[in-house]
């Protein structure tokens, strides 16, 4: 993504921007960050913070993108295999059965 590392762009949904109500004006900032991540042709944007995630989410469906917004974590788990069936709603086709963890049944 360019321009990347300490020259990258908000999102617009940090610094309390996200729950503040002025919506229109959140995504007229985040056609940046959606640009940016357009430009990629990637199918997943991995997020950092709940903010983040929540606010690039929107900006996908928003500007019509609908590319996959995941947590950092979600892929850690994913990876581990510890990421349960419930918790892979917002998860891609490719993603949805990747280590998908064995339940056992406990004994009582």
């Known amino acids: ?3 990347n590392k300490s020259n990258n762009f908000c999102c617009g ?3 309390g921007f996200l729950q503040s109500g002025y919506k229109d004006e959140r ?3 985040g056609k940046i960050k959606d640009s940016q991540i357009q430009k990629t042709g990637a199918t997943y944007c991995i997020a ?3 903010n983040c995630h929540a ?3 929107e ?3 928003h500007y019509g993108a609908h590319y996959h917004v995941v947590h950092i974590w979600t892929l850690i788990c994913l990876s581990l295999g510890i990421l349960a069936p ?3 709603t917002y998860l891609g086709p490719e993603l949805q059965d990747v280590n998908v963890p064995e339940y056992i049944e406990p004994e009582f």
Do not use: K, V
Request: aromatic share 10%.
């Open 59 to 61: 900006l996908s469906e």
């Open 86 to 88: 419930n918790e892979r």
């Open 1 to 3: 993504m360019y321009p």
């Open 48 to 50: 950092g913070c709940h």
């Open 13 to 15: 949904g940090g610094g």
């Open 27 to 29: 995504l007229a900032y």
């Open 55 to 57: 606010q690039i989410h």
